[in-house]
């Protein structure tokens, strides 16, 4: 199974959870995720090969409700806790350089 | 006068203020003058809600002055844990990321503690994001225990268990993801419950792990917390995971609250209790022998894969942590970082500066084992050994009515004891964890002291939506000890 987990590794995680962390952050996480990956494999002494994954433990699946138009949070305060916005929308750096404009 | 007062449980300050020997207003004073005396030493609040509580009990006190219907909580000052939307003051979750954050909406939650007209004191501290097992993860401000301030009152609901324990309140909402009510309940020696998943709605909780969360009452009796549960348990359409009327009827909890379950079948698992202290494992023990007494069995059952479970459980909290957390965006609300040079630094500065080390540590792990490659190996195995931990419990049920172990296996520890090591401090949940991979209630009861005098938790375990039979269970300990009316120190 997988080795301990590598700076790398790290590196690339932080990177797909939108983390900007210090080089500091990857050395101390690259040695505590690394040992508690190590006690997770603990679960590998168990055969499961004949285990349904359990997602959920609620006695129902599917829940179904009538398609109807209800009252819901209006623009004015869905934008009140915005960190930045213009008019009726959310406002962020832009996304397109020039070049692809 | 009002020590006298703040002694008393939720039932009975509700009795007194429904037949008029006291008022909602003499109680919310009460409360707000122990608030200035003992929440600086404690630290329980993030926010306290002076003149909205006042003003709460006052129209509370009037409506029964009219003679008009009051709810089940009339007046009774109580406390929300911080991870719960409230429109009045911020919804922090402890962390910078949402420290300014004012909700659009109650949690629905909230809403049923209000239409019960119960006055709602403040918000209270918690590990950021609910993630943590001391409290002492906050971002925002430091708890302590109030039986030795030098120790964490637990966590991740530490603020609710601590302002329940001092008297700044009389009972509190936390919210348990793998022992978030119980352990705290346990190191502060208050009653703490976690219901069956689905039994009460999520509707406005901000999410941890979503197959884990569930809201539950911290209270200082077993009464009180049968009590809460008639106001907060029940279907709404807003959670589609809160189980329907139809399917597992809500009984009334106080009920039947003072029959003895008879016969009652315990069931133990001896190996489990020795890995707890000594002094716990002892108050447990005497604990046993007083079922014993009032007539219960005792059997020995078999729980093979409980020993799993820690693992299992960081696998699965942290990739759901992970895939919830990704809405702290910079964008839509919360904290945004003052420069950034393209929109990627957005998000990624953003969290970086505003959320803490364990919470960046449980997004990197559950990102990790949720990324190519690991999915298998890590997430898919554990929700696989999660199905064996629940078949372990559907097996244990079949001979006993209930489990009976330790919270925690060790007393209040001091601050700073265990943060240095992240793997130490999760190895802390290994009794509570189980209940919430397999989804069942749980209940944390003042059990015994160590030789610190440092509270001791009993915690029983029963089949899913079977809190009516668990609160029962627990009730025939309270009426027989005396633990749950000790007081700390700091408050004598």
């Not at chain 2, 609040?45 to 006052?58: G, L, M, R, T």
């Not at chain 2, 589609?240 to 609250?257: A, E, G």
């Not at chain 2, 069942?440 to 899913?464: H, M, T």
Request: aromatic residues 8%; hydrophobic residues 40%.
């Amino acid at each position: 199974m997988a080795q301990n987990i590598s700076k790398q590794d790290v590196q690339k995680v932080a990177k797909l959870g939108r983390l900007q962390l210090s080089d500091d952050e990857i050395e101390q996480f690259t040695g505590q995720l690394g040992s508690i990956l190590e006690y997770v494999e603990k679960m590998n002494e168990l055969d499961t090969s004949n285990v349904e994954p359990l997602a959920h433990c609620l006695p129902v699946n599917n829940i179904f409700r009538p398609d109807e138009i209800n009252e819901s949070l209006c623009s004015e305060k869905t934008l009140a806790n915005a960190p930045d916005c213009e008019g009726e929308f959310f406002k962020v750096p832009k996304i397109l350089d020039e070049s692809s404009a | 006068m009002s020590a006298e007062l703040l002694n008393l449980s939720c039932s009975q300050l509700k009795a007194q203020i429904i037949s008029k020997k006291t008022t909602s207003l003499q109680a919310v004073n009460a409360v707000l003058q122990a608030i200035e005396k003992i929440e600086p030493v404690v630290g329980a609040y993030i926010s306290i809600f002076k003149e909205h509580a006042i003003a709460q009990a006052k129209n509370i006190d009037e409506k029964i002055a009219s003679g008009k219907e009051i709810g089940l909580l009339a007046g009774v000052p109580i406390a929300v844990k911080d991870n719960m939307c409230t429109v009045f003051g911020a919804t922090t979750c402890a962390s910078g990321i949402l420290k300014n954050f004012h909700a659009p909406y109650n949690a629905s939650v909230v809403e049923k503690l209000i239409a019960a007209d119960a006055v709602i004191i403040g918000k209270t501290n918690l590990d950021e994001f609910a993630m943590g097992s001391s409290t002492e993860n906050s971002g925002l401000k430091k708890t302590v225990n109030p039986w030795d301030t030098n120790r964490v009152p637990g966590g991740s609901s530490g603020g609710s268990a601590a302002a329940v324990a001092a008297r700044l309140c009389f009972g509190a909402l936390g919210s348990d993801t793998g022992g978030s009510i119980r352990q705290p309940a346990s190191l502060c020696g208050v009653v703490g419950l976690k219901p069956t998943y689905g039994r009460v709605s999520r509707y406005g909780l901000v999410a941890y792990g979503s197959s884990l969360d569930q809201i539950g009452p911290l209270t200082r009796t077993v009464q009180d917390a049968a009590l809460f549960m008639n106001v907060i348990a029940g279907h709404d359409c807003k959670d589609s995971t809160s189980i329907s009327q139809s399917i597992m009827p809500v009984p009334d909890y106080l009920d039947k609250l003072d029959e003895p379950v008879k016969p009652l079948k315990i069931g133990i698992v001896s190996q489990l209790n020795a890995g707890a202290e000594s002094l716990v494992q002892k108050a447990i023990n005497d604990s046993l022998e007083l079922y014993k007494k009032l007539g219960a069995a005792l059997v020995e059952v078999k729980m093979p894969h409980f020993d799993y479970a820690i693992a299992a459980y960081y696998m699965i909290a942290t990739a759901e942590a992970s895939s919830n957390l990704a809405r702290y965006d910079g964008v839509h609300y919360g904290y945004r970082t003052a420069d950034p040079k393209d929109y990627i630094e957005v998000y990624s500065k953003s969290r970086a500066e505003a959320f803490g080390q364990e919470v960046k540590r449980r997004i990197m792990l559950g990102t990790y084992v949720l990324s190519a490659g690991y999915y298998d190996a890590y997430y898919l195995k554990a929700l696989k050994v999660r199905n064996l931990i629940r078949s372990d419990f559907v097996k244990a049920f079949e001979n006993c009515d209930c489990l009976m172990m330790p919270v925690s296996p060790m007393t209040a520890f001091r601050i700073g004891e265990k943060t240095a090591d992240p793997l130490q401090m999760y190895l802390a949940d290994v009794y509570t964890i189980a209940a919430n991979l397999a989804g069942i209630p749980a209940i944390s009861i003042p059990c015994g002291f160590d030789d610190n005098n440092l509270p001791v938790g009993l915690q029983i375990l029963a089949p899913a939506f079977t809190e009516d039979k668990l609160l029962r269970i627990a009730r025939m300990h309270e009426v027989n000890t005396e633990f749950h009316l000790k007081k700390p120190k700091l408050i004598q």
